[in-house]
């Protein structure tokens, strides 16, 4: 079974910074492209992060600078480092494992960050 766990949303205030960490478990980790994802109320999910199997990085321009992924392949997690956090930046993140050539999409459950003062 695959699964994909997050952690680490919350409430923080403006300027802030948060950790979220996504453990997977059931997939060969190395061979995953994983990302982030946000979905604000009203508005359609976005990719705010990816880290490929290989070790690059793309980020979404409304968070380069701000946010990085890494990725942990002995511990099979990917994690989100979210830094000067703004209110725009409240929404539901979602983390994913994507292998291109199986066509395999997986995804978390979500885990809320709201940036509020």
């Known amino acids: 079974q695959v699964q994909l766990v997050e952690s680490g949303g919350g409430l923080v205030q403006p300027g802030g910074s948060l950790r979220l960490s996504c453990a997977a478990s059931?997939?060969?980790?190395?061979?995953?492209?994983m990302g982030w994802y946000r979905q604000a109320p009203g508005k359609q999910r976005e990719l705010v992060a990816l880290?490929?199997?290989?070790?690059?990085?793309n980020y979404a321009d409304s968070v380069k600078g701000r946010f990085t992924i890494s990725r942990d392949n002995a511990k099979n997690t990917v994690y989100l480092q979210m830094n000067s956090l703004k209110s725009e930046d409240t929404a539901v993140y979602y983390c994913?494992?994507?292998?291109?050539?199986?066509?395999?999409?997986?995804w978390g459950q979500g885990t809320q960050v709201t940036v509020s003062s």
């Open positions: 880290i490929s199997s290989v070790g690059s990085t």
């Open positions: 059931g997939i060969t980790f190395t061979n995953y492209n």
């Open positions: 994913n494992a994507y292998h291109r050539f199986l066509a395999n999409n997986y």
